[in-house]
């Protein structure tokens, strides 16, 4: 039986990402789409087993699997046993192409070693929402964008496709939040994984969408941000504490990242 919900499409068009559908097949059917969906499609397995096929490839759905399928992509589902479950939501957006294009995800992503506690958690709050058709839409629209990126984390940053665990990004993040401060070679992160600095590199970036000097920088000014607004520290010192002991390349950093000077921004605070 299927318990879904297709709220009623009006203003919310404007909006970056709106919901189109929610809903629990429990079980789950068997799903043939040659042409896709015109709409964004996640859905992850709650329970029992299935099989996805999508580009010629299958991907086996169990507890934890997790897929997203953009709009007009051909696949198809079924289940194993009698007992898949699924939770699914469909959305679209005026923009909704370009962005989770732009967030990593293109047509196809697959992950089978997701905590879904998070994404489980909003669901159940988008359901209750998209079940008011007067005045949830806009509200179901804001939790939409949570769910993506609670998705995303689960899916691109803490899984590969192949649905192991990757560590490589994991560990390197973990050492950089740890050691900001410190001068950090590119060198020195592939090691923790005993990987090439190339693959690193490009795994790296995979998960991340960044380069590793590129989040090392926006990890120090982040940090550099919270001492600026909450503390009356010199800025030299806290580009310091931020890992820029060079006051002047420390302002050049976070003009290119903030778009003002660090003095600059201490003042737009009231600071």
């Given at each position: 039986?299927?318990?879904?919900?297709y709220p009623?499409?009006?203003?919310?068009?404007?909006?970056?990402?709106?919901?189109?559908?929610?809903?629990?097949?429990?079980?789950?059917?068997?799903?043939?789409?040659?042409?896709?969906?015109?709409?964004h499609q996640?859905?992850?397995?709650?329970?029992?087993?299935?099989?996805?096929?999508?580009?010629?490839?299958?991907?086996?759905?169990?507890?934890?699997?997790?897929?997203?399928?953009?709009?007009?992509?051909?696949?198809?589902?079924?289940?194993?046993?009698?007992?898949?479950?699924?939770?699914?939501?469909?959305f679209r957006?005026?923009?909704?192409?370009?962005?989770?294009?732009?967030?990593?995800?293109?047509?196809?992503?697959?992950?089978?070693?997701?905590?879904?506690?998070?994404?489980?958690?909003?669901?159940?709050?988008?359901?209750?929402?998209?079940?008011?058709?007067?005045?949830?839409?806009?509200?179901?629209?804001?939790?939409?964008?949570?769910?993506?990126?609670?998705?995303?984390?689960?899916?691109?940053?803490?899984?590969?496709?192949?649905?192991?665990?990757?560590?490589?990004?994991?560990?390197?993040?973990?050492?950089?939040?740890?050691?900001?401060?410190?001068?950090?070679?590119?060198?020195?992160?592939?090691?923790?994984?005993?990987?090439?600095?190339?693959?690193?590199?490009?795994?790296?970036?995979?998960?991340?969408?960044?380069?590793?000097?590129?989040?090392?920088?926006?990890?120090?000014?982040?940090?550099?941000?919270?001492?600026?607004?909450?503390?009356?520290?010199?800025?030299?010192?806290?580009?310091?504490?931020?890992?820029?002991?060079?006051?002047?390349?420390?302002?050049?950093?976070?003009?290119?990242?903030?778009?003002?000077?660090?003095?600059?921004?201490?003042?737009?605070?009231?600071?």
């Amino acid at each position: 039986m299927t318990n879904a919900v297709y709220p009623v499409i009006g203003k919310q068009t404007a909006l970056p990402f709106y919901l189109t559908g929610i809903g629990v097949s429990d079980p789950e059917i068997h799903v043939v789409r040659s042409s896709g969906l015109s709409s964004h499609q996640f859905l992850f397995t709650s329970s029992g087993t299935g099989v996805l096929y999508v580009d010629g490839k299958e991907y086996p759905q169990e507890k934890g699997s997790f897929f997203y399928l953009a709009p007009g992509k051909p696949h198809e589902y079924r289940p194993v046993d009698g007992d898949w479950a699924t939770s699914w939501l469909v959305f679209r957006g005026k923009y909704s192409d370009e962005l989770m294009q732009g967030i990593g995800f293109n047509c196809f992503a697959y992950a089978s070693c997701c905590n879904t506690e998070r994404c489980e958690n909003l669901f159940k709050r988008i359901f209750s929402a998209a079940e008011d058709h007067v005045s949830g839409g806009e509200n179901a629209s804001l939790l939409v964008y949570e769910y993506i990126l609670a998705a995303r984390e689960a899916m691109l940053l803490n899984c590969n496709e192949g649905g192991g665990k990757s560590n490589i990004a994991k560990k390197a993040l973990m050492y950089i939040d740890e050691n900001y401060m410190q001068d950090i070679a590119i060198e020195t992160l592939a090691g923790l994984s005993g990987v090439s600095v190339q693959h690193f590199c490009r795994v790296f970036k995979a998960e991340t969408l960044m380069r590793p000097l590129e989040y090392l920088a926006r990890r120090r000014i982040s940090e550099a941000k919270a001492l600026l607004s909450n503390t009356s520290l010199e800025i030299g010192e806290i580009g310091r504490m931020a890992g820029y002991p060079d006051r002047n390349y420390f302002s050049i950093v976070f003009r290119k990242l903030e778009g003002v000077s660090p003095r600059e921004y201490r003042r737009n605070r009231g600071l």
